[in-house]
């Protein structure tokens, strides 16, 4: 694999690149690069849902049944983050190996020492991350790695929808072949 900053160094020539070759189609907000390499503070982050180390499994799986809540942060005795448990962890290390979330412990199953970014990071960071790692949330931290939110693929979704809002809005919902669906 390459290294980040190889993958983020190429991700701006492609960005730049396309802008070059299509031009920029101006709607309601311009996507540019430059809104690409804006702070992470320009999307709304998600909550950060936090657990102590210790906690049981079965405490992530009440906070992810809250609206909204698709991971939960673990920190430590200073609040600093030091794991990450996703849906996606929920289903595949307890669920699929037949495991009782009320006998597990945090630690256990939880990602350990997580990619952080701060808010004040490019978005073009964030979206490196996620597809070089095969993430989907990361969580945001203060200078002191204090969890302030979590990014995630949904929300950089919706901040790019709002660049072209008539184009992805105006289109029919299409219907769906249960059968076909993965």
Known sequence: Q???????????????????RYGRKVTQRDLSVEALRGPLSSIEAGKAE????????????RLIEQPATSCVVIVDANDRVV???TERDLCTRVLGKGLDPRTLLVEE?????????RTD??????????DVGGYRHVPLVDRDNHPTGVV????????LVE??????KALPPRRVNPSRRH
Do not use: N, W
């Open 2 to 20: 390459q290294p980040l900053e190889v993958v983020m160094a190429q991700s701006d020539e492609v960005l730049d690149e396309e802008i070059g």
């Open 50 to 61: 936090t657990l102590p180390l210790g906690a049981s499994v079965e405490a992530v799986v």
């Open 83 to 85: 794991g990450l448990i």
């Open 109 to 117: 199953i939880m990602s350990k020492e997580p990619i952080t970014l």
């Open 121 to 130: 990071e490019p978005i073009t960071h964030a979206l490196a991350q996620m």
């Open 152 to 159: 995630t693929a949904r929300r950089i979704i919706h901040y």
């Open 163 to 168: 660049f072209f809002p008539d184009e992805v």
